[in-house]
């Protein structure tokens, strides 16, 4: 089993930044891939980014080049940096972990606003 503790969510004014971070414990070593999902009311979930083990990265094209997931091993901790904030990135952000497996572990999620 993997838990997973988000925090760095808040309010902040369109145009601005945040940084969500994600600690796991329990069966690190079973993580293939950590990331970041999103939603916003009446929406499905969806993907925000992703990073594996080895570093390979992949981003939803809405939030390309604005937002950067990145990871510090020795922390097991998953990062995402959101620059350029817009009205349309709030939500609720969930970090994600994906065992080699396919198990999925869920965080508690941290709420996300952008006023205009």
């Known amino acids: 089993q993997v838990q997973l503790v988000e925090s760095g969510g808040g309010l902040v004014q369109a145009g601005g930044s945040l940084r969500l971070s994600c600690a796991a414990s329990g069966s690190i070593f079973s993580i293939r891939a950590m990331g970041w999902y999103r939603q916003a009311p009446g929406k499905q979930r969806e993907l925000v980014a992703t990073?594996?083990?080895?570093?390979?990265?992949n981003y939803a094209d809405s939030v390309k080049a604005r937002f950067t997931i990145s990871r510090d091993n020795a922390k097991n901790t998953v990062y995402l940096q959101m620059n350029s904030l817009k009205p349309e990135d709030t939500a609720v952000y969930y970090c994600?972990?994906?065992?080699?497996?396919?198990?999925?572990?869920w965080g508690q999620g941290t709420q996300v606003t952008v006023s205009s």
């Open positions: 990073i594996t083990t080895i570093g390979t990265t």
């Open positions: 994600n972990a994906e065992t080699h497996w396919g198990a999925n572990s």
